[in-house]
Every structure is written in C-alpha cells, then in structure tokens.
C-alpha cells in the first residue's frame, strides 16, 4: 500500500517567490494534517482537515499561508509570498477513522524548503 | 506554552542495554499517547500508543509507561539495537489532534 507522498521532496525558491506542497493521503483516511518541522519550535500543527473539511487552522503562522483540501486523495499548502524564515521541512500526515483519539497518524516524508 | 515536554535532546546507551525516554506533559485532558520514531530524511513512523485508561503497554521490544497523577510517560526499549538511533517523539491527542514533543535523539553505542 502506498504511503502519504508529498512533493517536491526538496524546493528551493527566491524570498517572495509563491511556494506550493502538495501531498496525497492514504486512500481511505479521512483526516489530513499538515506540521512545520524546525530546530527551534519542533513539529507544529498548521491546520488540518476532517472530509476535506478545515476544521483548524490556528497553528497557520500568517495570512501568507493558506491550505486546500479540494478532494479526498488531494492537498496543497501554499506560501505566498515566501519568506526566509518559512525554511523547515514540511510534513503532510493522513489518519483513518475510527475513535477519534485512537488512531495514529501517518507521516509523508516531508518537503525540505529552502528559501533564499 | 510546551504542552508536551521531552527535556533529554539527546541520549546514548550501550547496546544490548535498557533505553529509557522520557516525557511530561500539562494538560490533564490529553486521552491518548503515543510515541514517533523518526530517522534522518524520513517522515516519523507510529512506534506505539496508550490510553489514559491504562499504565502500561507492551509490543515486544518497547514497552509505554504512563503515571497520570504525574502526567509523565516513558519509553523503554530493551535490549537496544544499533537500529534504534533515530528521534523520538512523544506526542499527546485529545480529539484529533496531536501535540508533540522536541524529540529525544537516541545514539546506540556498539
């Protein structure tokens, strides 16, 4: 079974240029979550969806970061425009249902992003 | 405001040995606890869980302990395998969401 998978794997972009990632879900989960990873702050929940449904987004940082969920097997995490301090590695995570506190999350392996 | 705290970033165990991570965390209405291992380049892999209802879990080699009136748990990984170094993170849910530690990383030494 295919695992989350995100792209790019690694995305290096000029200050101010728009950044999107993306990530599929394992087919089936109806939860997505999108964490920033830093050495500073650890893995921090931005938002995350419930049947394509935003159901928190107060871990986005700014109004220059936004997130879609237009279909069960789709995602994207824009930044626009970008910034330096935008620079982590961003992971994508899906989980199935079940009790809502019981079943694990699934990690992609992340986009690395620079920007310079 | 660190809701889950894992205050050793790093640790180093002999092989063969007992590894013991640790973790605390503030909120009383947290249901569920988990632990994430995470190598280098890698997303974080699901290791293994525990209610709030429950003090320990076992799954071979790792065993979660969990002492609510400290609001404290644990990892131990016994023996440790070389394949054991990676990060680990403690995370804590209370409806879907998680919140997770720092990380520990664990260096086993051959």
């Known amino acids: 079974d295919a695992g989350v998978i995100q792209s790019p794997r690694h995305e290096v972009t000029e200050m101010g240029q728009e950044v999107t990632l993306r990530c599929k879900p394992i087919s089936g989960h109806n939860s997505l979550f999108w964490y920033r990873q830093t050495m500073m702050r650890g893995l921090e929940l931005l938002i995350y969806?419930?049947?394509?449904?935003?159901?928190?987004d107060s871990g986005m940082p700014e109004d220059r970061f936004s997130a879609k969920m237009p279909n069960a097997s789709f995602s994207t995490l824009k930044i626009q425009p970008s910034e330096p301090r935008d620079s982590a590695v961003y992971f994508c995570a899906s989980k199935g249902q079940g009790a809502i506190s019981n079943q694990p999350q699934h990690f992609g392996d992340g986009t690395r992003l620079s920007i310079l | 405001d660190q809701q889950v705290k894992q205050n050793s970033p790093s640790l180093s165990v002999q092989e063969g040995r007992i590894s013991i991570l640790n973790c605390d965390y503030t909120?009383?209405?947290?249901?569920?606890f988990l632990w994430y291992k995470k190598y280098p380049a890698e997303g974080p892999t699901f290791l293994i869980s525990i209610s709030s209802i429950k003090d320990k879990n076992e799954d071979g080699r790792f065993t979660v302990f969990l002492n609510k009136s400290a609001k404290h748990l644990s990892l131990h990984i016994v023996p440790s395998q070389p394949g054991d170094s990676a990060v680990y993170f403690c995370a804590a849910s209370h409806t879907d969401k998680i919140i997770f530690g720092k990380g520990t990383r664990l260096h086993i030494l051959p």
């Open positions: 969806f419930n049947n394509n449904v935003p159901i928190d």
């Open positions: 909120n009383s209405m947290f249901d569920y």
